[in-house]
T-cell receptor, first 109, second 115 residues
Framework: RKEVEQDPGPFNVPEGATVAFNCTYS??????FFWYRQDCRKEPKLLMS???SGNEDGRFTAQLNRASQYISLLIRDSKLSDSATYLC??????????FGTGTRLQVFP | GAVVSQHPSWVICKSGTSVKIECRSL??????MFWYRQFPKQSLMLMAT?????????EQGVEKDKFLINHASLTLSTLTVTSAHPEDSSFYIC???????????FGEGSWLTVV
């Protein structure tokens, strides 16, 4: 079983759509959780941290359910510029970041 | 904000030669840096954890004699791919942990092509 599993994707959605990504992790001792965005042939960039209380940053909402070991990301009112690969990332006790395989999003006009 | 610089961005080398990639934290000190590798359409896979002043910790399946890591200062870690082969062609990315703030920052990555 992979340590961090994500929706297989790709997701092809029209501009303005709402899209949700899911992620599960296997290590219950994991400490921190993040969503990163990676554009083609570039390094990953932090999109947002994920907290148990849920958090929102503009059109992006992230949720964490520690009991289910489940993380989600919701993108509202999708823009063309949102097209990228979204990586679910878990930080373990040793500071190691474990990356999911990523879900590709393509927003079309 | 904090920046992690990685050099070179692109490198092409011949089979059998060695290539060195540098990861530098520009405005913070990093006792710990991480090296990742990403093959096409795959996720980032942690190769090793680089610790300033001590030996690196390698992940299972990563050959320490092939991927030499040196973390001689609080701002610089280097990864040397020795006796490179075409299957080593990949995107190598480093990250550095700001030891004061705890935040982890990524370098821009290095594309290695072995011909």
């Amino acid at each position: 079983r992979k340590e961090v599993e994500q929706d297989p994707g790709p997701f092809n959605v029209p501009e303005g759509a709402t899209v949700a990504f899911n992620c599960t992790y296997s290590n219950s001792a994991s400490q921190s959780f993040f969503w990163y965005r990676q554009d083609c042939r570039k390094e990953p960039k932090l999109l947002m941290s994920v907290y148990s209380s849920g958090n929102e940053d503009g059109r992006f909402t992230a949720q964490l359910n520690r009991a289910s070991q489940y993380i989600s990301l919701l993108i509202r009112d999708s823009k063309l510029s949102d097209s990228a690969t979204y990586l679910c990332v878990v930080r373990e006790t040793t500071d190691k970041l474990i990356f999911g395989t990523g879900t590709r999003l393509q927003v079309f006009p | 904000g904090a920046v992690v610089s990685q050099h070179p961005s692109w490198v092409i080398c011949k089979s059998g030669t060695s290539v060195k990639i540098e990861c530098r934290s520009l405005d913070f000190q990093a006792t710990t840096m991480f090296w990742y590798r990403q093959f096409p359409k795959q996720s980032l896979m942690l190769m090793a954890t680089s610790n300033e002043g001590s030996k690196a910790t390698y992940e299972q399946g990563v050959e320490k004699d092939k991927f030499l890591i040196n973390h001689a200062s609080l701002t610089l870690s280097t990864l040397t791919v020795t006796s490179a082969h075409p299957e080593d062609s990949s995107f190598y990315i480093c990250s550095a942990r700001d030891q004061l703030a705890g935040t982890i920052y990524f370098g821009e990555g290095s594309w290695l092509t072995v011909v």
